[in-house]
């Protein structure tokens, strides 16, 4: 995302190899403007036909095609999109799923209420720093995706959004991980599209005890109500942290 245009490329990344061996980026991506206040966290719902049309493009729509039939079927790719419908689409969604369905991707099943008041911490810390990154597990699924999005504008400093989102999985069935940075963004931050399997560059530390602002998080983290009520609790404080960048 651009934050002087408010323009946003969104797409699919792949990876193929050439006849040595050599793995390469193939990218397909298209370019649009969010107009509404809440239409950057409904994008994910909103790109989900392009995204998925994409996807089977990447893994087999170049089949038993030459050249120039594969430039023309991506060509005919479109983004079609109706912001308003998508906007309302995320927000039935939000109401639909509850809190724990969130946190249980996040701790994997597991009752681990400390690893959800961790990551809800490092996101704020990140939040607030010039430039930070965040891996949050996630099953893909454009809800997750679209929640995560809105928290981080609740919690930037004019209500920013991130600048780069990168997310995989395949569903609610499976655990992936969605990478965003907050803030400014640096060539370096590119490093788990093209190498997702590299370890964090930009790892968080964050420790419990020491600011009054932690039982904030988890309150937040013992919820127990819609995604929606979450996203509202979470927009209506704004703590001083002592949780920092490593």
Do not use: Q
Not at 14 to 38: C, H, Q
Not at 156 to 168: E, F, K, N
Not at 172 to 197: I, K, Y
């Amino acid at each position: 995302a651009c934050r002087a245009t408010g323009a946003v490329l969104g797409g699919v990344c792949a990876f193929s190899r050439d006849r040595t061996g050599r793995r390469y980026p193939f990218l397909l991506a298209s370019r649009t403007r969010p107009s509404a206040e809440r239409g950057f966290s409904a994008l994910p719902v909103g790109m989900a036909h392009f995204m998925s049309d994409a996807v089977v493009m990447v893994e087999s729509g170049w089949k038993a095609l030459d050249l120039s039939a594969f430039h023309r079927r991506i060509r005919a790719l479109r983004w079609r999109s109706d912001e308003t419908a998508a906007i309302a689409r995320l927000d039935e969604l939000h109401e639909r799923r509850t809190s724990s369905n969130l946190w249980r991707t996040i701790r994997g099943g597991a009752a681990d209420r400390a690893r959800a008041v961790r990551l809800l911490a490092g996101l704020y810390s990140a939040c607030r720093s010039a430039s930070a990154v965040v891996r949050i597990p996630t099953s893909g699924a454009a809800w997750e995706i679209g929640f995560w999005i809105a928290l981080v504008e609740r919690w930037s400093v004019g209500r920013a959004h991130p600048t780069l989102c990168v997310w995989d999985g395949a569903g609610e069935s499976r655990r992936g991980v969605l990478r965003l940075v907050a803030g400014r963004l640096g060539a370096d931050h590119f490093e788990p599209v093209f190498w997702p399997t590299a370890a964090s560059a930009h790892p968080l530390r964050s420790g419990a005890g020491a600011s009054p602002a932690w039982s904030w998080f988890e309150s937040l983290a013992a919820a127990d109500g819609t995604v929606r009520s979450l996203l509202e609790a979470a927009g209506a404080g704004a703590p001083h942290l002592s949780v920092v960048p490593a």
